[in-house]
């Protein structure tokens, strides 16, 4: 009996070291570069993105889902990838890009 008990805790700690793993970084490129850097909330993770490139170091799974890529998208503009342990394919990605803010014009200081 205490075998069993202990093979029951020890595969529930498994489990639960295994959804704890499942979380990791979130990476997007921007189809338009930003100037500077910029650090933004989308999808339940923390975004510094500079140049093409927006990263999430450590991000729930959630992070990598559609309506996450629309989260950012709608703050940063279209994007040319998005994923977490696997991308978005081309039609999630259209989807995506669909409610994605318009571009910010760079502008340029007159006299």
């Known amino acids: 009996m205490k075998h069993l008990i ?19 970084p979130v990476t997007a490129t921007l189809e338009q570069p930003q100037s500077g850097h910029t650090k933004l909330l989308a999808g339940h993770a923390v975004f510094r993105c500079a140049d093409t490139s927006c990263v999430a170091g450590y991000a729930p799974d959630s992070s ?5 890529c629309k989260d950012l ?3 940063v503009g279209p994007l040319s990838f998005y994923g977490q ?3 978005l ?3 999630s ?3 995506c890009n669909a ?3 318009a571009p ?3 502008t340029t200081a007159s006299r």
């Open 6 to 24: 202990a093979a029951a805790c020890a595969a529930l700690s498994l489990g639960a070291a295994s959804a704890a793993l499942a979380d990791g």
């Open 64 to 68: 990598g889902t559609l309506d996450a």
């Open 93 to 95: 990605l259209a989807k």
């Open 73 to 75: 998208a709608r703050q």
């Open 89 to 91: 394919d081309e039609k």
């Open 85 to 87: 342990s696997k991308p």
């Open 104 to 106: 910010k014009a760079a």
């Open 99 to 101: 409610v994605a803010a």
